[in-house]
């Protein structure tokens, strides 16, 4: 099974920073990567997907990049809404689909 | 406007069967290229994707649980429901139904959740 890496486990910055989310994948997995951000208590939310497509409805601020097994997810102006907890998500091995183990950013 | 929304008991005991069921709006399950998930989340932990069915009737399950899990549908009454057999104080979760759409390869929507807690 393809297993998915996110670093960091947790990172403290303030509003206005630039912030950066890797995603490192057990084996290459092309551009088949999607970024979910997740809220207390809330269902996860799609924000990119096919590594660098933006989902209609998400801000410009949100970008993804990479493909093969190394992938970032920025947030070019960190926004007091976008604290919360983010998921990497596989879907190159298809039907068996994977989650990172979640960052979560937190304010500083 | 599309909403999916869980349903199902929020108490069950070690060895019993969980049956969840997933209401949805706004798109048909019958539309190619259309697939419901269920996925999971223990407290405090990540995203464990479960089981998919999609518009043709085919169905995929988590290799680790996939001798427990049964996923269905009924395009008529736009409901998925997934059965997990033999239930443990580890399968304590917040139970997800989610939308896929083009391709079935990401989540698009989601329901609001369903907090299971196994305990005797």
């Known amino acids: 099974a393809i297993q998915l890496t996110q670093s960091p486990s947790s990172l403290s910055a303030s509003v206005g920073d630039r912030v950066t989310i890797t995603c490192r994948a057990s084996q290459g997995i092309s551009s088949a990567l999607a970024w979910y951000q997740q809220k207390p208590g809330k269902a996860p939310k799609l924000l990119i997907y096919d590594a660098s497509s933006l989902e209609s409805g998400v801000p410009s601020r949100f970008s993804g990049s990479g493909s093969g097994t190394d992938f970032t997810l920025t947030i070019s102006s960190l926004q007091p809404e976008d604290f919360a907890t983010y998921y990497c998500q596989q879907f190159n091995s298809y039907p068996a689909l994977t989650f990172g183990g979640g960052t979560k950013v937190e304010i500083k | 406007q599309v909403t999916l929304r869980e349903s199902g008991p929020a108490l069950v005991k070690p060895t019993q069967t969980l049956t969840l069921t997933c209401t949805f709006s706004?798109?048909?399950?019958?539309?190619?290229?259309?697939?419901v998930s269920w996925v999971r989340q223990p407290p405090g932990k990540a995203l464990e994707w479960l089981a998919l069915i999609d518009w043709d009737d085919d169905k995929y399950y988590s290799t680790s649980l996939k001798t427990r899990l049964t996923i269905s549908k009924d395009t008529s009454k736009n409901q998925v429901v997934l059965t997990m057999t033999n239930m443990d104080p580890v399968d304590t979760a917040t139970y997800y139904c989610?939308?896929?759409?083009?391709?079935?390869?990401?989540?698009?929507?989601w329901g609001q959740g369903t907090l299971v807690t196994v305990s005797s």
């Open positions: 989610a939308r896929m759409s083009s391709g079935c390869y990401y989540f698009d929507y």
């Open positions: 706004g798109f048909s399950l019958s539309t190619s290229g259309m697939c």
